[in-house]
T-cell receptor, first 114, second 112 residues
Framework: GAVVSQHPSRVICKSGTSVKIECRSLDFQATTMFWYRQFPKQSLMLMATSNEGSKATYEQGVEKDKFLINHASLTLSTLTVTSAHPEDSSFYIC??????????FGPGTRLTVT | AQSVAQPEDQVNVAEGNPLTVKCTYSVSGNPYLFWYVQYPNRGLQFLLKYITGDNLVKGSYGFEAEFNKSQTSFHLKKPSALVSDSALYFCAVRLFGNQFYFGTGTSLTVIP
C-alpha cells in the first residue's frame, strides 16, 4: 500500500529557533498533502491543506507566518515551525492523497520546544 | 455543518468479547466515512471505509463497521477483541477536496 514518511520522528529545539519537518509520499504522487497537529489524548486538528505548486490553505486560527508549508513536488511537503515556543510542542502528522478517496498518514513527528 | 461525534472517550472490553466503538455523523449529501486506528506515538492506520454499496463494511484486522443512514451512525465492531486491539480509534468523514474531519477519538482497552 501507499507509504508516507516523515522526518524527523522526534526533534527537540530551543525556544526561538525554527524547525523543519518533511513529509514524503514514497510510492505514489500526492496531489494534496495535509498537516495535522495532535495534542495528547486528543483528536487531530487540521492545520493546512497544500496542493503541489500552489500556496497552502490554512485553517482558521492557524498562523501561516508561523507554520510555513511548502509543497514543491508531488512527493514532498515541508512544515517549518518558525520561532518555536514551548506551546508549539506537539505531535505533528502529515497525510497525503493521490487520485483516490483515502488519505495515507505519516508516522508523525514529536516536536519538543525547550 | 459537517461533524463527526464519538460519544465515548474510553471503551473497555474483556479479551474475546465483542467490541463496539460508536460514531455518529452529520453531513450534507452522501457521506464518505472512515475508521482509523492510532497506536502510541504513531500515525493513523486505515481500517476501513464506506463510500457506497453494502452497509456492512469489512476492513483490516477483523474489524467491520455498519453504515446506518437512518441513525446516521457508523459504528466500528469486532466479534472477538484482542489485547493488541488496544489503541485510539478515530472515525472520520471525508469532506470537499479530500479533506477529512475527525471525531475526538475513542481509547479502546482490551483487558486480558
Amino acid at each position: 500500500g501507499a507509504v508516507v514518511s516523515q522526518h524527523p520522528s522526534r526533534v527537540i529545539c530551543k525556544s526561538g529557533t525554527s524547525v523543519k519537518i518533511e513529509c514524503r509520499s514514497l510510492d505514489f504522487q500526492a496531489t494534496t498533502m495535509f498537516w495535522y497537529r495532535q495534542f495528547p489524548k486528543q483528536s487531530l486538528m487540521l492545520m493546512a491543506t497544500s496542493n503541489e505548486g500552489s500556496k497552502a490553505t490554512y485553517e482558521q486560527g492557524v498562523e501561516k507566518d508561523k507554520f510555513l508549508i511548502n509543497h514543491a513536488s508531488l512527493t514532498l511537503s515541508t512544515l517549518t515551525v518558525t520561532s518555536a515556543h514551548p506551546e508549539d510542542s506537539s505531535f505533528y502528522i502529515c497525510s497525503a492523497s493521490g487520485q483516490g478517496d483515502e488519505q495515507y498518514f505519516g508516522p508523525g513527528t514529536r516536536l519538543t520546544v525547550t | 455543518a459537517q461533524s463527526v461525534a464519538q460519544p465515548e472517550d474510553q471503551v473497555n472490553v474483556a479479551e474475546g468479547n465483542p467490541l463496539t466503538v460508536k460514531c455518529t455523523y452529520s453531513v450534507s449529501g452522501n457521506p464518505y466515512l472512515f475508521w482509523y486506528v492510532q497506536y502510541p506515538n504513531r500515525g493513523l492506520q486505515f481500517l476501513l471505509k464506506y463510500i457506497t454499496g453494502d452497509n456492512l463494511v469489512k476492513g483490516s484486522y477483523g474489524f467491520e463497521a455498519e453504515f446506518n443512514k437512518s441513525q446516521t451512525s457508523f459504528h466500528l465492531k469486532k466479534p472477538s477483541a484482542l489485547v493488541s486491539d488496544s489503541a485510539l480509534y478515530f472515525c472520520a468523514v471525508r469532506l470537499f477536496g479530500n479533506q477529512f474531519y475527525f471525531g475526538t477519538g475513542t481509547s479502546l482497552t482490551v483487558i486480558p
